[in-house]
T-cell receptor, first 113, second 115 residues
Framework: DAGVIQSPRHEVTEMGQEVTLRCKPI?????LFWYRQTMMRGLELLIY????????DSGMPEDRFSAKMPNASFSTLKIQPSEPRDSAVYFC???????????FGPGTRLTVT | GNSVTQMEGPVTLSEEAFLTINCTYT??????LFWYVQYPGEGLQLLLK?????DKGSNKGFEATYRKETTSFHLEKGSVQVSDSAVYFC??????????????FGQGTILTVHP
């Protein structure tokens, strides 16, 4: 199995630009999670989906952030417009609802200048 | 709500030293408990788990025992190696109902092992 796939691995953009992060979960998994990791705030859960439906988006910092899961094999996290304080590593993880382990992707390192 | 508290780091040890990273939790009922490890430049990966009180999870020389009476799940290793340098996260899955697989993570503890 290829594991959770994220793209791009690195993204550098200017303030005000739109950024789209992509995630392909492990085939057969029905839960998908988006996290953000920074030195200051640690690991934060932004939003998670179950069977492609958003369950809890209370961790999304503000309206500039949005996430979609159009099908079981693809999800996006969009930031528009981006700001320097959005600089972080963004992780996608997938799992099975009735099991306990989450499988993390390698992350996307976002730098907003 | 559920919460996890880990000892603050960073923790710096010499190779072959004994390691303890403390983790305590707050949750109703009987949650499942986990330790995840994050190596530099990578995502988190499951290190070990325990699903009921008094269970001991173990993997790669690491151990942790689910202590209901003290609401703790401390991570231990008898002899650390330089390759164990990483960030360690304690986590729990709440008991009862469906959580859709959601985990509550602690803040992470940075471990650095010197030769």
């Amino acid at each position: 199995d290829a594991g959770v796939i994220q793209s791009p691995r690195h993204e550098v953009t200017e303030m005000g630009q739109e950024v789209t992060l992509r995630c392909k979960p492990i085939s057969g998994h029905n839960s998908l999670f988006w996290y953000r990791q920074t030195m200051m705030r640690g690991l934060e859960l932004l939003i998670y989906f179950n069977n492609n439906v958003p369950i809890d988006d209370s961790g999304m910092p503000e309206d500039r952030f949005s996430a979609k899961m159009p099908n079981a094999s693809f999800s996006t996290l969009k930031i528009q417009p981006s700001e320097p304080r959005d600089s972080a590593v963004y992780f996608c993880a997938s799992g099975l609802e009735h099991l306990y382990e989450q499988y993390f992707g390698p992350g996307t390192r976002l730098t907003v200048t | 709500g559920n919460s996890v508290t880990q000892m603050e780091g960073p923790v710096t040890l010499s190779e072959e030293a004994f390691l303890t990273i403390n983790c305590t939790y707050t949750a109703t009922g009987y949650p499942s408990l986990f330790w995840y490890v994050q190596y530099p430049g990578e995502g988190l990966q499951l290190l070990l788990k325990a699903t009921k009180a008094d269970d001991k999870g173990s993997n790669k020389g690491f151990e942790a025992t689910y202590r209901k009476e003290t609401t703790s799940f401390h991570l231990e290793k008898g002899s650390v190696q330089v390759s164990d340098s990483a960030v360690y996260f304690c986590a729990l899955k709440g008991a009862g109902g469906t959580s859709y697989g959601k985990l509550t993570f602690g803040q992470g503890t940075i471990l650095t092992v010197h030769p």
